[in-house]
């Protein structure tokens, strides 16, 4: 539970969920404070007290489909009637632990009906029971499967996306590389929300939030690493921590990040190496807002924002290039520029603080695109300052 004493760094929208959400006796899981059941439990009704009322939609798919440690359940949410489509392949957080298809649902079918286009859930088997490289092979198992049914399913096979948060960031990102690797077709798109990439505990981020003012904690992180990875020499496994893997040959990939998240650099490190893999990408930092948000955006505004920018990049898969996503924020590029510039003008803090909030408040306007840019060649200067601002709490 993020600790409130820290409000004034909090978004102010999103305290006031977490203390109604107090008040009601429902708290996110700890898995080191109770048993792992009890742990699951928790995350069940953590997540569940925000999915009320789901989102209504044309048709959903339950599968089980064969998978290395036995069945693999998919979900695919179907927002229309479109005969062919493109697809979302969604793989849940939890530090893979935690967490299903049920405690993601809404935000799936949030997601299928703003980027018009089915969402499909994997409900890849947990750790401690299944660890690495099980996961890796149910993803694997789950992509494929949808490769060979995409007639019967209805969808455009050249124009998959791969999207997840947390652990499904990471596999994701890991899913994409071993597909790449084994020369089978990679996907369209990429769309990583505040991922956990590596098991460096010792970053910028983990020394700053890691104790757990904002929720998530460094000692957590190590617990979940522990599960699923036991042995630390194969965390350098780039399908185990895939900050560690060779990104050339990625597609287009959008980073989302929390500015209040000991794993905040595992996001900011990722988007330099994909800058020197030379992969399209773009990063935005959601600067007052802690780990997980995504799944809050029912209540959080500024975490609906986050939700709408990743369904507005996957709409450009139904355009004749997903570049064309990256290229509109390359020519925003220029005003973003002399905004930064204008800030400079201003003492150090003002322009930190005018900065953090340009940035989290990008995509208020509903009748406007969610703008956050970051080129491939280099960072754009605004989100550095964003980033400063959150790690000295102004």
């Not at 969920?17 to 699951?40: C, H, Y």
């Not at 904690?217 to 699923?228: G, H, V």
Request: hydrophobic fraction near 40%; aromatic fraction near 8%; charged fraction near 20%.
């Amino acid at each position: 539970m993020p600790n409130l004493l820290d409000a004034d760094r909090l978004n102010h929208e999103y305290r006031r969920a977490i203390l109604r959400a107090r008040r009601d006796g429902v708290q996110p899981a700890d898995p080191l404070a109770t048993s792992l059941a009890r742990a699951r439990q928790d995350a069940l009704a953590w997540h569940g007290y925000w999915q009320d009322p789901l989102p209504r939609l044309h048709r959903i798919i339950e599968q089980r489909i064969p998978g290395p440690v036995g069945p693999v359940p998919l979900r695919i949410f179907y927002p229309g009637r479109r005969k062919v489509s493109p697809l979302a392949v969604y793989f849940h957080g939890g530090g893979f632990v935690l967490n299903g298809v049920t405690t993601h649902e809404r935000l799936l079918r949030d997601l299928a009906i703003r980027a018009r286009m089915p969402v499909c859930g994997v409900g890849y088997s947990l750790a401690p029971e299944h660890r690495f490289p099980v996961q890796v092979e149910e993803a694997l198992a789950a992509v494929r499967w949808i490769v060979q049914h995409a007639g019967e399913l209805g969808i455009a096979t050249g124009r998959i996306a791969f999207i997840g948060d947390s652990a499904g960031a990471n596999l994701a990102l890991a899913t994409a590389c071993a597909l790449r690797d084994s020369g089978e077709a990679a996907p369209a798109f990429l769309a990583l929300l505040y991922g956990m990439f590596s098991d460096d505990l010792d970053t910028p981020s983990h020394r700053t939030f890691g104790s757990g003012g904002f929720g998530l904690t460094t000692a957590r992180m190590r617990w979940f690493w522990e599960q699923y990875v036991p042995d630390p020499a194969d965390r350098r496994n780039p399908y185990a921590a895939p900050l560690h893997a060779d990104l050339s040959g990625l597609p287009p990939t959008l980073l989302i990040g929390a500015g209040l998240d000991c794993l905040l650099d595992d996001t900011l490190r990722l988007a330099e190496r994909l800058r020197v893999a030379g992969t399209q990408h773009v990063l935005s930092v959601y600067a007052d807002l802690p780990h997980g948000f995504a799944t809050l955006a029912s209540a959080v505004s500024r975490a609906d924002d986050a939700v709408s920018e990743a369904a507005d990049a996957l709409r450009y898969l139904y355009r004749s290039s997903v570049a064309g996503w990256a290229e509109r924020h390359i020519r925003q590029q220029t005003a973003h520029r002399r905004l930064a510039e204008a800030f400079s003008g201003m003492s150090s803090r003002s322009s930190s603080l005018a900065a953090s909030r340009c940035l989290v408040g990008h995509a208020r306007e509903r009748n406007s695109q969610a703008q956050a840019p970051l080129l491939p060649t280099q960072p754009v200067a605004i989100h550095q300052n964003a980033i400063q601002a959150a790690r000295a709490g102004r």
